[in-house]
């Protein structure tokens, strides 16, 4: 199965398989010059590979972040249903976004249904999620500062950072004096021209 999003290339990082069989899929849908920058894609699928015409009518959801590039890189589930995708908001943010299950962006995180963090000036890439067992989400990846560090943020259920998880909810850690970074082991590290992508 292909699934086109938009006028440029989409790109599925990350996949989930709910407890009914049914398939998520995120990544980036990107545009072109007269379509604008990329968007965070998800596209969920029956079990018979057709895409499920009751997520979002048609199988498939974008969303943006900013008027820059944005794209997502994991997935992972909730109990009820609910959808987390992270990645990055233009390279500089993690970016996080949670979605009920019929494919609409949930009010009841940050509001919108989004939330951007960042670590320092520079690129922030989140790579993966987990879910805790009290649903507070974990995103891990990249964050700026010394080449790059090992970065962990953690959410609440309503979309604010953690306080009680290293102070403000985030966490950057330097191994080396070089590009460190936390990457789930279905996504290995990649870079492209634009700089550091985690795909």
Not at 138 to 162: E, I, M, P, Q, T
Request: charged share 25%; with cysteine.
């Amino acid at each position: 199965m292909t699934t086109a999003f938009r006028i440029g290339d989409s790109e599925a990082y990350g996949l989930a398989i709910q407890a009914d069989g049914k398939i998520v899929a995120v990544g980036v849908a990107e545009g072109d010059r007269s379509h604008g920058f990329s968007r965070f894609a998800l596209a969920r699928y029956n079990v018979g590979g057709g895409l499920d015409g009751t997520f979002s009518r048609d199988g498939k959801v974008t969303t943006d972040f900013t008027a820059g590039d944005d794209s997502a890189s994991d997935v992972a589930l909730l109990p009820s249903g609910k959808i987390v995708a992270v990645g990055h908001a233009r390279f500089r943010q993690f970016a996080v976004a949670r979605y009920r299950s019929s494919g609409a962006l949930d009010p009841t995180f940050s509001g919108d249904g989004k939330v951007t963090t960042n670590f320092l000036r520079g690129e922030d890439v989140a790579s993966g999620v987990a879910i805790q067992a009290d649903r507070k989400i974990v995103a891990a990846g990249r964050a700026a500062g010394s080449g790059g560090r090992f970065a962990l943020a953690r959410y609440n259920r309503n979309g604010s950072l953690d306080t009680g998880f290293g102070g403000d909810g985030r966490v950057g850690t330097n191994f080396t004096a070089g590009v460190d970074g936390a990457a789930d082991s279905r996504h290995p590290i990649g870079w492209e021209d634009r700089g550091c992508r985690w795909c």
